[in-house]
């Protein structure tokens, strides 16, 4: 036994190991750094409006469809006011009104999806079929009618969404529940006389909530973009208000003589979308790596 | 030593940046089949991915030479490598599903593989081969897809498809391993008879010595990536020499209902990088100087060789 | 497969059915008298007595479900109701744009789909060489883009900067192509990404060693293998990108003024044309419960282990 201690194999055993625990390690170092930087941006466009150069809502009438300059960094749209202020400005509520949005949906698609999953029956069935037809119309049109209807604000352009990207959500949620409440220590939970409500809270959602939670960062990008087509169509918000859909939408119509007014919300809303993007595919990558 | 099909001399593989095998060398002859056995991990896997050389498997041969009837095939180009694989060397996997789509019919299939060799592929052949290898329903099976047929069906299928192609070598991994009992002897009678009937030379790769007795000429046993013993058949299982032998025939589980003798501690992972022999740390006859003889394997009885430094420890 | 198909159809009903409930419900929920509506955008002084003749005339007197359900039953006789803009019969309108909206869809989809699968294929190849990673870059961020950034990208750049296409998109192949290029720009995007991690897996499936082990040429195990094995879920992805091809139609053809459902759907909400907004809403859903449809069969015919239920 004593010649055990002296193979040197006991010591290779080591770096074969660690090649699957260091790309992990990577992954998580890389997840922690996305997200790191999306809670910045997060908190930047909290405060974003104490930073504006310029008041977003100040027209000007001698400084209409400016070009880039020092005092007006991203030019100025039809009115004089300030590409760049308003941007800012308008960060707060299109950010926030995305996160809003995937938190609700998540909240609600997951409750609906756990208590489907979990107790089956007539309830699942009318729910799904319910689902199943809010998912055969096109997402983006059934929001486009009921914003249409609603009238614009932000808070209906939310309701448009909402309607249909809870779905999602439910039927994921409702798959994962469908397949715990079949594993054999839920029976066992059973059998030792716990509450469903005790097993779904301690048991159920907790093995769950990981693939949930990776799909809705991975979600927050297409709902972003979702908003931002609606706010485009001017079914967003209001007019007066700073938010990056409406003011390309607004510009839309001068895209000749001002395009920086045009391009320049739009390419913050596309940055921000592939940083949500770039997120949630490393979160989704570390999730993978974590189960091989 | 011309009239062999296949010489390994001195082989050496890597994987990545670690070491299989070291100084691997045997030979084998028209119509020989020999079985290589040992743990899993031994490299002997790795031997038969070696000689297929498919780059794609990533190993990765950096000392010594393959020859296969007189031509030397360590570093063929993609293309050269292609048109002898099939043609002169067969391949069963070890995975039932892994020599077909599984989605698609073995009619196109087969189709496919002759075509790439530039050679017609004619039906009626394929159901004459299927009814002399005795496959049942020979006349619907390539309307089939592999997914509908069993495991062992699958590998019948591709030891038929190897059949049309016409290979002089047949590789086996393992191609038994997973199957069921009576399947397994259905292969194995089937290659036994077609190494009779077409002189295919097998290199059968198996951690199952009772298959081994059975259909080999030739036995190797492979230790942590070294050939610790190679000899005829009858004379390896009947006499072994090498320790390692000793314990691995001792470690087939009898009729009896007793449990096999285990052997305590694991193959070492490096054990191809080291110089002496690797078998030391589990070795109850080992002594000083076995660690520093470097790896030899040498001929003990005629037509045995065995690479312990000892030469025949007597029990 | 034909009794698969009609058993499918026939379920479809009750879906269809329950899409026109919840179609004419939001428009009956909508705040806002069509009739007055109508009445004002003639101009003129609105009597009482004028607005109850016209609500009479255009059915809004009458209550919730006579009004549903002779909806319903002028659709299963191919009559969609009058327009309240112009009086004129809605359906002719709906097909017209419904072939204008086709039109482009088609053809986003099969430009892209022709574009994509080879990038897919040959970076999945070369993964980690420099193409790759630039192909990466485009994707991600084509996948990221709105869409009114593309068509309007494309507008400055085309219509604004070198002046080759007029403003405003005619209905002819060459209006078509910049609407065309701007729905394909992230569908490209999102297939070629599928189709590269498609290959990849199957790429390390074990069948790919085994046949190059019999000496299968290289290209028959990527485009009749290899690639015949990802179909399943390019086209997956392909239906899911119709889907959203349908909504982005909307956008795409309100910047080029492409005559198609999609800016027929935003000019009757606009105006408050119901019939029109139902119309488009029911075309659309009909038309993606079909695009379902031919995808769920279109698996079974790569994969036949998977069982028409």
Known sequence: MEMVKQNPAATKIKPMLTRSQRKHQRLKRKTILWAIIVSLILVFSFFATYFTPNDPYETNPLAMRQGPSAEYPFGTDNLGRCVYSRILEGARTSIFATIMLVIISFFVGTVIGVLCGYYGGVVDDIVMRFTDILLSVPQLVLAIAVAGILGGSLMNTLIAIGITSWTSYARLARSHAMRIRQLPFINACRLTGCSDFHIIITHVVPNLIGPMLVNATLEIGTTMLSIAGLSFLGLGVAPPTAEWGSMVSEARSYLQLAPWAVFAPALAILLTVMLFNYFGESVCDLANSQEA | ?315 | MLKYASKRIIKLIPVLLAITLLVFTLMYLTPGDPALKKLTSGGGVVTDELLALERAEMGLDRPFFVRYFSWVFGIVQGDFGNSYVDSMPVLPKLLKALGYTLMLALASTFLSVVIAIPIGVYTALKKDTIFDNIVRIFTFTGNAMPNFLIALLLMFLFCIQIKAFPVIATASLKGMFLPTLALSIPMISRFARQTRADVLSQLGEEYVIGMHARGVKERTILFKNVLHNSLGSIITIVSLQIRILIGGSVVTETIFRWPGIGSMLMSSITGRDYPLVQGTVLILATLQILINLLTDMSYFVIDKRISLE
């Open chain 2, 1 to 315: 030593m011309a009239n062999n099909l296949l010489e390994i001399n001195n082989l050496t593989v890597t994987y990545g940046d670690f070491k299989i095998i070291t100084e691997v060398s045997f030979s084998m002859k028209p119509g020989e089949i020999v079985c290589i056995a040992g743990e899993s991990g031994c490299g002997k896997s790795t031997l038969i991915k070696a000689v297929l050389g498919i780059k794609h498997l990533g190993a990765f041969i950096t000392e010594g030479n393959i020859i296969l009837d007189g031509r030397d095939i360590t570093h063929l180009s993609t293309e050269e490598r292609r048109q002898i694989l099939g043609t002169q060397i067969g391949y069963v996997p070890q995975n039932t599903r892994g020599s077909f789509n599984n989605i698609r019919t073995y009619d196109v299939q087969y189709q496919e593989t002759m075509r790439s060799h530039n050679r017609k592929f004619v039906r009626s052949d394929a159901i004459d081969c299927f009814d002399r290898l005795n496959f049942p329903e020979s006349s619907k099976l390539l309307s089939y897809q592999p997914w509908e047929m069993s495991g062992g069906m699958n590998q019948r299928m591709a030891i038929a498809l190897a059949v049309l192609q016409g290979p002089k070598l047949m590789l086996c991994d393992e191609a038994t391993s997973v199957l069921d009992v009576t399947s397994q002897k259905e292969v194995i009678e089937e290659l036994a008879k077609l190494r009779d009937e077409l002189g295919w030379s097998i290199l059968f790769i198996t951690h199952n010595l009772g298959v081994a007795s059975h259909i080999a000429d030739k036995l190797g046993v492979m230790y942590a990536g070294r050939m610790v013993e190679y000899g005829n058949i009858r004379s390896v299982l009947d006499d072994p020499i090498h320790p390692y032998t000793r314990r691995l025939l001792a470690a087939i589980p009898g009729k009896d209902r007793k449990l096999p003798l285990g052997l305590e501690g694991r193959p070492p992972l490096d054990g191809a990088e080291v110089e002496g022999c690797n078998f030391v740390p589990r070795c109850q006859f080992c002594e000083d100087k076995c660690s520093t003889k470097p790896y030899s394997l040498d001929e003990i009885v005629p037509g045995h060789f065995a690479s312990c430094a000892q030469g025949r420890v007597d029990l």
